[in-house]
């Protein structure tokens, strides 16, 4: 497994995850192929290195590695983002739904907008989220 680039998950006892794709495996069965499985992720640069790990040279091995730290970041990146947006959306009901008990408020705003709180937020927060994704998926 290591050979096809996964690493153990030691907070998960029964998932491994490519050092560069971050893809996970879990309930590995023990003649299931680590390749295979591997090759579902296409866009995993070290599947696509042309020659064996210890034979790159600095310069290469530097490119491979700001690639994967670029794929990091990116997951991590939309991580925080999905989180933020989930907490924002709470909040935004928490403060309508106090306010609307506290003030007896009737809203007279269409009902369209009370469906999707996260249709709601500013553009410039959503154009600025979908620009982070863009980076993210070259």
């Not at 995850?17 to 995993?44: A, M, Q, T």
């Not at 983002?81 to 928490?94: D, L, W, Y």
């Not at 410039?124 to 980076?135: D, N, T």
């Amino acid at each position: 497994m290591a050979k096809a680039g996964f690493v153990h998950c030691p907070n998960e006892p029964d998932v491994a995850k490519c050092f560069f794709c971050l893809i996970e495996l879990e309930g590995w069965e023990p003649n299931d192929d680590p390749w295979v499985e591997h090759s579902k992720r296409r866009n995993c640069g070290f599947l696509s290195l042309t020659k064996h790990f210890d034979d790159l040279t600095m310069e290469e091995f530097y490119m491979l590695e700001m690639t994967r730290l670029r794929t990091f970041l990116c997951e991590t990146g939309r991580s925080i983002i999905n989180s933020f947006e989930e907490e924002v959306a709470a909040t935004r009901k928490r403060l309508v739904d106090n306010f609307v008990s506290k003030h007896q408020y009737i809203s007279q705003m269409p009902t369209a907008c009370h469906d999707d709180p996260p249709a709601q937020s500013s553009e410039s927060s959503y154009y600025q989220s979908k620009k982070i994704q863009e980076k993210c998926e070259v």
